[in-house]
């Protein structure tokens, strides 16, 4: 016997829930964050604006949800970030680096309407901003122009329309 109690009922609903609404459960999200970024849960709760017992609620499934949208900016931002090479190095200055951006950061979290597919089914997504800013960040002006082509003659014309957007952001 591994010495773990199975999850009683109500932690098995708080992760069906959090699944729902967020694609992954809390646990798993921030050990990823946690390890990726070498930190300790103060310090996470420290970066993303959360306490430090909420954060341990959030993980053990005593609580659900984060309610705050500039919260959950901050949790997307680091995520996206540790995809990053200088981030996933393991160097304690470029983590620090984007550990101290986040934590100073005050991302506006809105919605946007994501068409998904045919049918014509909608859902509604978080966007920290908006696609064509993120978009621009991301790649130069020749990936977008290339890959809003691609997008095109699949007949996705409302990404290729949102990558050439991006696109006439760039200015390189």
């Known amino acids: 016997m591994s010495g773990q109690l199975p999850p009683s009922d109500h932690q098995q609903s708080v992760?069906?829930?959090q699944l729902q609404m967020y694609g992954e459960n809390w646990a798993d999200r921030f050990?990823?964050?946690?390890?990726?970024?070498?930190?300790?849960?103060?310090?996470?709760?420290?970066?993303?604006?959360?306490?430090a017992p909420m954060l341990s609620q959030l993980i053990s499934g005593q609580r659900v949800k984060i309610s705050n949208p500039a919260v959950y900016g901050r949790v997307v931002r680091l995520e996206e970030q540790l995809a990053q090479p200088a981030v996933?190095?393991?160097?304690?200055?470029?983590?620090?680096?984007?550990l101290d951006e986040v934590a100073s950061s005050h991302?506006?979290?809105?919605?946007?309407t994501v068409?998904?597919?045919?049918?014509?089914?909608?859902?509604?997504?978080?966007?920290?901003?908006?696609?064509?800013?993120?978009?621009?960040?991301?790649?130069?002006?020749?990936?977008?122009?290339?890959?809003?082509?691609?997008?095109?003659?699949?007949?996705?014309?409302?990404?290729?329309?949102?990558?050439?957007?991006?696109?006439?952001?760039?200015?390189?």
């Open 31 to 51: 050990g990823r964050l946690l390890r990726g970024y070498g930190i300790s849960q103060s310090r996470l709760a420290a970066v993303i604006g959360l306490s």
């Open 115 to 172: 068409h998904t597919g045919a049918a014509g089914g909608t859902r509604t997504a978080p966007a920290v901003d908006s696609l064509a800013e993120r978009l621009a960040a991301i790649a130069g002006r020749d990936q977008l122009r290339v890959t809003a082509r691609a997008a095109a003659a699949t007949g996705a014309t409302e990404l290729a329309a949102a990558l050439d957007g991006a696109a006439d952001l760039r200015s390189g």
């Open 107 to 112: 991302p506006a979290l809105t919605t946007m």
């Open 15 to 17: 992760n069906a829930q």
């Open 88 to 98: 996933q190095s393991g160097d304690p200055g470029q983590q620090g680096q984007v």
